[in-house]
């Protein structure tokens, strides 16, 4: 069970519930139908906004720990930024009540460090176009120390139960600890956990893709290679961000797929893009590797500069995955 008694655990799921919450809002307000394409300021505000969030947490918590963020304040603070960050300061008021514009940028930039032997870090909001849409998309934080994941926290609001997709429900809140499992509740109410743990699907044909709807980040054409080689038959589970890590967790999902893009050769995945998923993975029974079978490396600070894509399964499967892939690749 968890150890719900310790602080870590307790700011994890405090800092992950509130910012999700505030996103929520944020989301509500300023995402509407109206919104044309290529309107990204709600993620923007939103994004600020849960990292600073976040930061004050950790500052009034573990005020020596280092927060490892995707956002900074630079472009906030010169000239074209100021209205943004006035809206950001105004939502993040509705929180902490007496913080100035400045107060808030430095909150951001709390985030804007390199790793240390222990360190936070957070994806403020992970599936960008999920959120833009409505639909899927997830607040990520965790807690490294030694080069290892300990704590994860999927902050979910528009899945149940850790793998249904439903909009406007109680949403999730998917926690993992290091030897103590993985296990989701609802995202507003009291903490009743329920465990969570991955499919024992050992038949390809019947095992199912954990797909995102942005294609930028993947080799899409490669990915449906794989499908082949493996015989999957089943139909793929389509959604965006993290969120699919808590998905496969609980059983509704088999395989992950991170490849990698043609049209970015060189990438290397950011470390809170796959540090909080990997232990919900990981704890919950599953397997997590880089596309060559070796373990992902959070050693090289922000990045995961020693490791390729990622491949994350049910554990009964991921051999075969990793085979299909050096087919794919040949």
């Not at 005020?63 to 006035?86: C, F, H, I, S, W």
């Not at 609980?250 to 232990?279: H, N, T, V």
């Not at 919950?284 to 090289?300: E, V, W």
Request: contains cysteine; proline residues 3%; charged residues 25%.
């Amino acid at each position: 069970m968890l150890e719900l008694n310790t602080s870590e655990i307790r700011f994890a799921i405090k800092a992950a519930r509130q910012a999700a919450l505030l996103v929520k809002d944020i989301q509500a307000e300023m995402v509407t139908d109206a919104l044309t394409k290529d309107d990204r300021s709600p993620v923007t505000i939103a994004d600020f906004a849960a990292q600073a969030l976040v930061a004050h947490l950790l500052k009034s918590t573990f005020p020596e720990d280092v927060l490892v963020g995707e956002e900074n304040a630079a472009v906030l603070r010169a000239e074209e930024g100021e209205q943004t960050l006035k809206i950001i300061t105004k939502y993040i008021k509705t929180r902490i009540q007496k913080l100035t514009r400045s107060n808030v940028a430095d909150l951001i930039d709390y985030g804007a460090k390199e790793p240390a032997k222990r360190f936070w870090t957070v994806d403020p909001i992970d599936g960008t176009k999920g959120f833009l849409r409505g639909e899927q998309y997830a607040v990520a934080l965790a807690l490294i120390e030694n080069n290892q994941v300990q704590i994860g926290v999927l902050a979910c609001p528009n899945l149940t139960d850790g793998s249904k997709l439903e909009i406007g429900g109680p949403g999730s809140l998917i926690v993992a600890q290091r030897g103590k499992g993985t296990w989701t509740t609802n995202l507003t109410g009291s903490l009743e956990f329920a465990r969570l743990n991955v499919s024992d699907i050992e038949d390809p044909k019947q095992a199912r893709f954990l797909r995102s709807y942005e294609s930028g980040h993947t080799n899409v054409s490669q990915l449906d290679i794989i499908g082949e080689v493996m015989g999957v038959a089943a139909e793929p589970v389509r959604m965006d961000s993290q969120a699919k890590y808590g998905v496969l967790a609980a059983g509704g999902g088999d395989i992950i797929f991170r490849l990698i893009s043609a049209k970015m050769p060189d990438y290397k995945e950011k470390i809170w893009d796959q540090a909080a998923g990997s232990i919900v993975c990981e704890e919950a029974g599953g397997k997590i590797t880089d596309l060559d079978g070796n373990p992902l490396d959070f050693s090289q600070g922000r990045t995961l500069a020693k490791n390729r894509g990622v491949v994350a399964s049910n554990g009964k499967l991921h051999q075969l995955a990793l085979q299909a892939i050096r087919s794919a690749e040949a």
